[in-house]
Structure formats: C-alpha cells, structure tokens
C-alpha cells in the first residue's frame, strides 16, 4: 500500500510513487499529481514519461516542480499554482521521501498567507516532516 501522508484534507505528500500508485491514488480520489524530484536524479525511480503517461491514463494533472534544496520563488509559486487552480481537488505531490514535498507545500502556503506559519509546521510534523527549521525563511516568504 502506498504510504501518502495527510497534510490538509486535500493535500498529501509521499515518497517516491510508482506507476502502480497512480491507480490506487485516483482510487483515492487524487485529481493532481506533483512531482519534485528532477527526472533520473536516482537511477531506481521511475521514468518522468512513465509517471505522466499513468497520470493521464487515470485522469489526472500532472505537474513537474523539481527542487534540490529550499525552494526558490519560482518553484512556490509553480506550488501554488498547481494548487490553488484544482478547484480543492485531492493533490498529491512527492519526492524520493515526501520530505522536499511537504516543504515546498509550506513555503506556498506561507507565501499565500493562508494559515500561520506555526499551524504550517504543525501539520508538517503531523505528517511526520520537521520543517521547524524553516521557521525564520518561511515567516520571510509570509512577509514578501
């Protein structure tokens, strides 16, 4: 079973999914992938092609949003994008351990303003990620 993690009722992180996952994601009620790992950073993960051909077989946006240390503008903003323009559909984004994921969700959140950035960290732990060091640049993100 895959191991996605709760960080809002519509935003979830993982690590790496398979093409099999997909499926089971939709059957989930996923509508949104997001992928932040770069395209053959390992060579064990699953190719980009494979990933976003599944993705689509099973109806879903795919969004390619790769990062390598904390985000940088851009990759937020991508974040949010992908998103805030889901209509609250399920979203599901993942790296090689969720880790990258569930901290680029929280500098877009942080950038939007939409929840303190206390409550962005608590439920980052609570989906067993400590973003608390990120405190001071996510409250710099907030203030922009």
Not at 20 to 40: H, K, Q, W, Y
Not at 54 to 79: K, R
Not at 105 to 112: D, E, F, I, T, V
Request: hydrophobic letters at 40%.
């Amino acid at each position: 079973m895959p191991d996605f993690r709760k960080i809002t009722d519509t935003f979830y992180v993982a690590p790496q999914i398979s093409v099999e996952d997909i499926a089971s994601a939709t059957n989930d009620g996923f509508s949104v992938l997001i992928m932040n790992r770069p395209d053959g950073e390992t060579p064990d993960q699953p190719m980009l092609e494979d990933l976003v051909s599944s993705a689509e077989t099973n109806g879903m946006s795919f969004f390619h949003i790769p990062i390598i240390a904390p985000p940088n503008l851009p990759e937020i903003d991508a974040t949010l994008s992908a998103i805030q323009d889901n209509d609250g559909k399920k979203v599901l984004a993942f790296c090689r351990s969720g880790t990258r994921s569930a901290t680029l969700w929280a500098y877009a959140m942080a950038r939007s303003k939409s929840m303190p950035i206390d409550e962005i960290i608590s439920k980052a732990r609570n989906a067993g990620y400590d973003l608390a060091p990120h405190a001071p640049r996510l409250e710099a993100v907030a203030a922009m």
